[in-house]
């Protein structure tokens, strides 16, 4: 027998068994984002390399030790996409949409980084996106912050998500404030770890987001990026705050938050959570104002945010918040005999015509009703339809309830449609 071939470390199956949680997320997801007028925008998975060396930077750990890069056949450096917000930017340069307009668009789908497999963290993982081009006030930042806290709301985890915030303020004053923390840094070179000491010169902000504990001792009297904000990041941040306090959006200010990609200026936001064990991010996102222009377009604001759908999954299943996850399967319909078969897929069509809000489940491949009963026990449905040839000469069903104790009663289509109605 030939060895069975697996799936890629760190790139997962979604079997059905997890498919329908999966399903529940995605759809409160769109929905959320028709709430809002947002639209959907789809990019492809591939795109040049030099995209992401441009946008995310050249000095970070997704470019310098992440990406999936190879040569095509015409020689083309290639990268599956390790994050949306480039590609975003790309398409709204390249077809148009972004100069001089106002766009709010969101995305949903596969991205690829080569890191090592963890819970939650996978090296093809998924995420959901939103940005928003054409707009450069706080209002809008604090638009996204909102339509993030609405979703917690309506899937139970606003108990378990905590909001960060900080600014990162113009490029002139993070420029000021990126002499002062090297000057700072340099006098405990010392203390710092390899990584560190390389980002201290390269990209020093990325030495404030490390995670190890004796560099964080060091950086405990850091510099605060605050107190470095020129006039206008300072009166936008204050508005955002002001706004989010007057909607009762609870928040702490995290002068240490810089996130981890180059492009981001002003508002930058996390939101946190210690249900999947240590403190992780479940959403974060911020302003990136001069992407657009970096990228070969023409000046525009613009502001975004992505979250792991992979981590989502994990706290709802985690905080057992999956009770509304809808079943597989409603009805399962059996039959047993030649006129049978034939009288319950006639059935079983009408119930889609006339319940499309149905799951409906076709016993298929013979066997005994006991056999039949068995699966239809197995699919989770709620009730039974159980049609042998008395049923189908009589042209009715026998209606059998599989998760309460009611007594089976036999009727024909059209009452069962008109039954099953008023329990919609």
């Keep these: 027998m030939s060895k069975q071939i697996q799936a890629i470390r760190g790139m997962n199956d979604c079997l059905p068994s997890q498919s329908g949680l999966w399903q529940y997320l995605e759809n409160h997801l769109r929905h959320l984002m028709s ?51 480039a590609c975003c930017v790309r398409a709204g340069n390249q077809h148009g949409l972004l100069y001089n307009q106002q766009q709010r668009l969101w995305y949903m789908g596969p991205m690829f980084r080569h890191e090592r497999p963890q819970k939650g963290r996978y090296r093809q993982f998924h995420q959901f996106g939103v940005e928003v081009f054409g707009l450069n006030g706080p209002d809008i930042d604090a638009e996204i912050i909102l339509l993030t806290a609405r979703l917690w709301k309506q899937l139970g985890l606003s108990d378990h998500v905590i909001l960060e915030l900080n600014s990162l303020g113009s490029n002139e004053a993070r420029a000021r404030y990126k002499d002062a923390l090297v000057e700072y840094l340099q006098a405990r070179e010392d203390k710092l770890d390899d990584d560190c000491k390389r980002r201290m010169t390269s990209n020093p902000l990325r030495v404030l987001d490390s995670k190890n504990p004796d560099v964080q001792a060091a950086i405990t009297d ?13 009166q936008h941040f204050s ?48 302003r990136y104002d001069g992407l657009v222009e970096q990228l070969g377009g023409k000046a525009t604001p613009a502001v975004g945010f992505a979250m792991g759908l992979e981590r989502l999954v994990l706290m709802l299943e985690a905080l057992e918040l999956t009770s509304a996850v809808p079943k597989p399967v409603d009805i399962y319909i059996t039959a047993m005999g030649e006129s049978a078969e034939l009288f319950a897929v006639n059935v079983a069509e009408q119930l889609r015509d006339q319940l499309p809000h149905l799951r409906v489940l076709s016993h298929c491949g013979g066997g005994n009703f006991k056999k039949q009963m068995k699966r239809a026990d197995a699919s989770g449905a709620d009730i039974a339809l159980l049609i042998g040839e008395s049923e189908a000469d009589s042209q009715q069903v026998t209606v059998k309830y599989l998760r309460e104790e009611q007594a089976q009663i036999s009727m024909t289509t059209a009452q069962l449609i008109e039954m099953l109605k008023t329990k919609k």
């Design 35 to 85: 709430q809002y007028g947002y639209q959907e925008i789809r990019m492809p998975i591939v795109e040049s390399t030099d995209l992401f060396k441009r946008s995310i930077g050249e000095v970070t750990d997704i470019v310098e030790k992440e990406m999936y890069t190879f040569d095509d056949r015409n020689g083309d450096s290639l990268t599956l996409r390790p994050e949306g917000t």
């Design 239 to 286: 508005g955002l705050c002001e706004r989010l306090d007057n909607l009762g959006i609870k928040y702490r200010v995290n002068s240490r938050l810089v996130r981890g990609l180059d492009y981001y200026n002003r508002t930058v936001f996390e939101w946190v959570t210690d249900s999947l064990g240590a403190q992780g991010t479940v959403c974060a996102g911020g």
């Design 222 to 234: 850091a510099p605060s990026l605050l107190d470095y904000l020129d006039d206008e990041s300072a």
